[in-house]
């Protein structure tokens, strides 16, 4: 079974920045892929980026350059940095973890002044 627990959400000032964590557990191999996904209301939900077991990333175009994910293999947990937050950022983060399409229940981020 696999557990995956997101947390560092909140609500922030446009500009600002928060971090995401997801921390994993149970049959968790870290050489797999893990994704952090993003869906505000009324629209589908999106990838916003990617890092897979050797470190090699990959972020959605509305997040480059603001966003970084990484990840500490030893601690199972996948974090997501974000900077220069906007109010187009807010919605619910989710981590999933690619191997078994396993899903975190989501951290709400929400940009406004």
């Known amino acids: 079974q696999v557990q995956l627990v997101e947390s560092g959400g909140g609500l922030v000032q446009p500009g600002g920045s928060l971090r995401l964590s997801c921390a994993a557990s149970g049959s968790i191999f870290t050489i797999y892929t893990m994704e952090w996904y993003r869906q505000a209301p009324g629209k589908q939900r999106e990838l916003v980026a990617a890092?897979?077991?050797?470190?090699?990333?990959k972020y959605a175009d509305s997040v480059k350059g603001r966003f970084t994910i990484s990840r500490d293999n030893a601690k199972t947990t996948v974090y997501l940095q974000m900077n220069s937050l906007k109010s187009e950022d807010t919605a619910v983060y989710y981590c999933?973890?690619?191997?078994?399409?396993?899903w975190g229940q989501g951290t709400q981020v929400t940009v406004s002044s």
């Open positions: 890092i897979s077991g050797n470190g090699r990333t």
């Open positions: 999933h973890y690619v191997h078994l399409d396993h």
